[in-house]
């Protein structure tokens, strides 16, 4: 599947109906948010917007209330009734702009009404984990979502891809490791497991 494939695809989307929404799902590291922003600077900003799911984690001070901190990314570190109720209202398509939250990794925090959704805007593209978990309430996005693709790449690039990222955000090589093959990689199985529920598996190595 080459990147003009997936661009392809997507306009067909957006020429479907006055708005569609289209998912990028994988595991951790597998590119997800690359893909997606990759995807919507090639459809333009008067096309297609990015809403990441990232943008409903638990806030920091929540996790520790709740004592999930050391689970931070598993499902239910996430706010997924705010994310099923933002989907929604994005696909009502009403005459309002409508605000998403955005995931910061600097700071490790959510920031609200960090993302316009203009109404003349056809497609949002949304990526994350767990757009094909079936568990409730998770599985409401299958149903809201019109297009999901998964990511798939070698598991040996995802790994080494994800260590990178939490070094450069501020781990040590050790903690960087184990972040990725403990909690990450649990989550990793879990998110792997969903992918035949996907519209599209795309072999990223494939993407040119």
Excluded at 8 to 29: F, M, V, W, Y
């Amino acid at each position: 599947m080459k990147f003009d494939d997936l661009v392809a695809r997507a306009e067909q989307l957006i020429d479907s109906k006055d708005r569609s929404l289209l998912g990028i799902c994988g595991a951790p590291g597998a590119g997800k948010s690359t893909l997606a922003a990759r995807l919507v600077e090639a459809l333009g900003e008067d096309r297609a917007v990015l809403v990441g799911m990232d943008g409903f984690h638990f806030a920091q001070r929540e996790l520790n209330r709740l004592g999930r901190a050391e689970r931070k990314g598993a499902p239910d570190t996430f706010d997924v009734g705010g994310y099923v109720d933002l989907l929604e209202r994005l696909r009502l398509h009403g005459d309002d702009t409508v605000y998403a939250p955005e995931f910061r990794r600097e700071i490790e925090e959510p920031i609200a009404c960090a993302v316009p959704v203009f109404p003349s805007v056809p497609l949002v593209v949304t990526e994350g984990n767990y757009l094909l978990l079936p568990d409730r309430p998770w599985d409401e996005v299958r149903l809201l979502v019109d297009d999901i693709w998964f990511l798939a790449p070698s598991e040996e690039v995802r790994i080494a891809r994800l260590i990178a990222r939490h070094e450069a955000f501020g781990r040590s090589p050790d903690q960087a490791r184990g972040r990725a093959l403990g909690s990450d990689q649990a989550n990793a199985v879990r998110v792997n497991a969903t992918s035949g529920r996907a519209d599209l598996v795309i072999a990223e190595e494939e993407l040119t």
